[in-house]
């Protein structure tokens, strides 16, 4: 697999809603989101974002291009832990042009996104836009009460209060 970046990513989608009745809106939520962020360095080899528009077609688009994606009409569902509502509401358009539009998730939504998979490169991912944007652990921790209280009752939400609380420690330099 080969690396992806945004103006290759846009360039396959420019070609798809070229040559496809669909329009595309996608909220941008991995690697490539970081890219948008600023975060040239972050290389990445998919595409993962929250679609709407008609998403068995654009997979398979994807594929026939091998270029790996993790598409879904619903992030907050890919995970017990719901994102904090409103979150399409509070993203901003990347790039406008016709019928494809990619936006990104407001950077407090888009560290909440990689608290609940809270892996080493989620954590890495979310310091780098902690750090970008100069976010306060206390609108990070506002957002995760949120996600919480739109959330499952759930097992799943004691870890995700442990990685919270150990990101803010990581951020705070404790």
């Given at each position: 697999m080969s690396a992806i970046n945004l103006e290759s990513l846009k360039a396959l989608l420019k070609e798809y809603v070229t040559h496809e009745p669909h329009s595309i809106d996608l909220i941008l939520v991995g690697g490539l989101a970081l890219q948008a962020y600023g975060v040239h360095e972050r290389v990445t080899v998919d595409v993962?974002?929250?679609?709407?528009?008609?998403l068995e077609s654009l997979l398979e688009f994807l594929r026939a291009r091998q270029v790996p994606a993790d598409l879904g009409e619903?992030?907050?569902?890919?995970s017990?832990?719901?994102m904090a509502p409103?979150?399409?509401?509070?993203?901003?358009?990347w790039h406008e042009d016709g019928s494809l539009r990619i936006r990104l998730l407001h950077p407090v939504?888009?560290?909440?996104?990689?608290?609940?998979r809270g892996t080493e490169q989620d954590l890495d991912d979310a310091q780098e836009v902690v750090n970008r944007f100069h976010l306060s652990f206390a609108d990070i921790q506002?957002?995760?009460d949120s996600a919480i209280q739109a959330s499952p009752k759930d097992t799943a939400?004691?870890?995700?209060r442990k990685?919270?609380?150990v990101f803010g420690q990581r951020i705070s330099g404790c």
């Open positions: 993962d974002g929250e679609l709407v528009g008609d619903n992030i907050s569902g890919w017990v832990v719901a409103g979150y399409r509401d509070r993203t901003s358009v939504d888009f560290v909440i996104a990689k608290l609940r506002v957002a995760a939400l004691l870890t995700f990685i919270v609380q």
